[in-house]
């Protein structure tokens, strides 16, 4: 795709596709670097969830008044101030390491400036792309907008895995590096004025995308049982756990671990653009999501690498038509004027179901095990996705992404 035909040109959406996969790699591999050090600290599950409470903290706080920052401000300078609090949690974290500190609570520190980091830059850049490229081509922006997220979920646990050989100074300098990268990249792109009309801000139009969705039940469905099967059925947070003790594969199988879902996600999206979804839309993510409960268990009880492996990608390929349904059918259903609160919300129910899953499968697996833990939040996943059919028939009942016009 050329994209010389754009507002700013090619130049701009390379940056910009730059600062995308850098901040994601970097996100990935400190990760994976706070996730081995918290257990290597404490070898306690409650612990390893807790990181992912306090990284979800800031988001209730932060990511509607970005959402909104972000359309009266220059986007840049906002995404670039998000990625910069999250190089000052890696710099952080780098000179604990350095200095030798044998304690947790510095960990904990640096998940709240990654969380209020990631909050703050996450809107803003989203809604950088279409400034740069024609209406045309936002589509294909969008698609390889997707392929850097998508990218740096995949080399990011494996790149952080394999440093961890090196040391955390390692692990952490080279998250500084990806931050710093990003925060380059987005202020070269050539500045542009803020959107012209911004409305000033109140209560009631931080909240309206929280309306719009409540009144429309398929979204509704949609985000919520996608929430709700992460925030039983991940593991992510027990995956150092998995990696360290029951598989015994060490900081370089949990970068592969977690890369697995994510392997899965890219080879499904492959298929996906093949062969789109055309028919049975809502029944086809009800499946998808009880598939991904079901793979997830069999992780759990897994004490093979390879099928280990093989399950966490499965996993992330039913996860991705889960998500490629839910991301549709608010891209269609919600009018323009609503798209960036809509989307702001979107973004709170996936950071939820991401960091508050992760404080979940942390403090069951305290309680239970860590096996116990993942086998039941599968199952619990695949409960959930029968208990959807009853308390939303209308996204089971939704055939395809496009609403057919109701008969005159």
């Given at each position: 795709?050329?994209?010389?035909?754009?507002?700013?040109?090619?130049r701009?959406?390379?940056?910009?596709?730059?600062?995308?996969?850098?901040s994601?790699?970097?996100?990935?591999?400190?990760n994976?670097?706070?996730g081995?050090?918290?257990?290597?600290?404490?070898?306690d599950?409650?612990?390893?969830?807790l990181?992912?409470?306090?990284?979800?903290l800031?988001?209730?706080?932060?990511?509607?008044?970005?959402?909104?920052?972000?359309?009266?401000?220059?986007?840049?300078l906002v995404a670039?101030?998000?990625?910069?609090?999250?190089?000052?949690?890696?710099?952080?974290?780098?000179?604990?390491?350095?200095?030798?500190?044998?304690?947790v609570?510095?960990?904990f520190?640096?998940?709240?400036l990654?969380?209020?980091?990631?909050?703050?830059?996450m809107p803003?850049?989203?809604?950088?792309?279409?400034?740069?490229?024609?209406?045309?081509?936002?589509?294909?922006?969008?698609?390889?907008?997707?392929?850097?997220f998508?990218?740096?979920?995949?080399?990011?646990?494996?790149?952080?895995g394999?440093?961890?050989?090196?040391?955390?100074?390692?692990?952490?300098?080279?998250?500084?590096?990806?931050?710093?990268?990003?925060?380059?990249?987005?202020?070269?792109?050539?500045?542009?004025p803020p959107?012209?009309g911004g409305?000033?801000?109140s209560?009631?139009?931080?909240?309206?995308?929280?309306?719009?969705?409540?009144?429309?039940?398929?979204?509704?469905?949609?985000?919520?049982l996608?929430?709700v099967?992460?925030?039983?059925?991940?593991?992510?947070a027990l995956?150092?756990?998995?990696?360290?003790?029951?598989l015994?594969?060490?900081?370089?199988?949990?970068?592969?671990l977690r890369?697995?879902?994510?392997?899965?996600?890219v080879?499904?999206a492959?298929?996906?653009?093949?062969f789109p979804?055309?028919?049975?839309?809502?029944?086809?993510?009800l499946?998808?999501?009880?598939?991904?409960?079901?793979a997830?268990?069999?992780f759990?009880?897994?004490?093979?690498?390879?099928?280990?492996l093989?399950?966490?990608g499965?996993?992330?390929?039913?996860?991705?038509?889960?998500v490629?349904?839910?991301?549709?059918?608010?891209?269609?259903?919600?009018?323009d004027a609503?798209?960036?609160?809509?989307?702001?919300?979107?973004?709170?129910f996936?950071?939820?179901?991401n960091?508050?899953g992760?404080?979940?499968?942390?403090v069951?697996?305290?309680?239970?095990?860590p096996?116990?833990?993942?086998?039941?939040?599968?199952?619990g996943?695949?409960?959930?996705?029968?208990?959807?059919?009853?308390?939303?028939?209308e996204?089971a009942?939704?055939?395809?992404?496009v609403?057919?016009?109701?008969?005159?």
């Amino acid at each position: 795709m050329s994209l010389r035909q754009g507002p700013l040109g090619e130049r701009d959406f390379l940056l910009f596709f730059a600062a995308r996969l850098a901040s994601g790699i970097a996100l990935q591999i400190l990760n994976v670097g706070i996730g081995w050090l918290v257990w290597e600290l404490t070898a306690d599950p409650f612990a390893l969830g807790l990181v992912g409470l306090v990284t979800f903290l800031p988001a209730p706080l932060l990511v509607l008044p970005a959402g909104h920052l972000a359309d009266r401000l220059d986007r840049r300078l906002v995404a670039a101030a998000g990625w910069s609090l999250a190089a000052l949690a890696a710099s952080g974290l780098l000179a604990s390491v350095l200095a030798g500190a044998g304690v947790v609570w510095p960990v904990f520190l640096v998940a709240l400036l990654v969380g209020s980091g990631r909050s703050l830059a996450m809107p803003a850049q989203a809604a950088i792309v279409p400034s740069l490229v024609p209406p045309h081509l936002l589509r294909e922006a969008v698609a390889l907008a997707s392929m850097a997220f998508q990218g740096s979920i995949v080399a990011g646990p494996a790149i952080g895995g394999l440093l961890w050989l090196l040391g955390g100074s390692a692990v952490f300098g080279a998250a500084l590096s990806g931050f710093l990268l990003a925060v380059t990249a987005t202020l070269a792109i050539r500045p542009r004025p803020p959107a012209a009309g911004g409305e000033a801000a109140s209560l009631a139009r931080l909240l309206a995308g929280f309306g719009f969705v409540r009144a429309h039940r398929v979204i509704l469905g949609a985000i919520s049982l996608d929430m709700v099967a992460v925030l039983l059925g991940g593991a992510t947070a027990l995956l150092p756990i998995f990696a360290k003790d029951i598989l015994e594969v060490g900081p370089v199988g949990l970068g592969a671990l977690r890369a697995a879902p994510a392997l899965g996600a890219v080879a499904m999206a492959l298929v996906l653009a093949r062969f789109p979804l055309e028919r049975r839309v809502g029944r086809t993510m009800l499946a998808a999501v009880a598939g991904f409960g079901l793979a997830m268990a069999g992780f759990g009880l897994s004490t093979s690498f390879p099928l280990s492996l093989a399950l966490l990608g499965a996993a992330g390929a039913a996860d991705m038509v889960s998500v490629v349904v839910r991301q549709t059918l608010v891209q269609l259903e919600t009018p323009d004027a609503m798209r960036g609160r809509v989307a702001a919300v979107n973004s709170l129910f996936i950071g939820a179901s991401n960091e508050l899953g992760e404080f979940e499968s942390g403090v069951v697996a305290g309680l239970i095990g860590p096996v116990p833990a993942t086998v039941v939040g599968g199952l619990g996943t695949v409960a959930a996705a029968l208990l959807w059919i009853r308390l939303f028939p209308e996204l089971a009942r939704r055939d395809r992404l496009v609403s057919e016009p109701s008969p005159a």
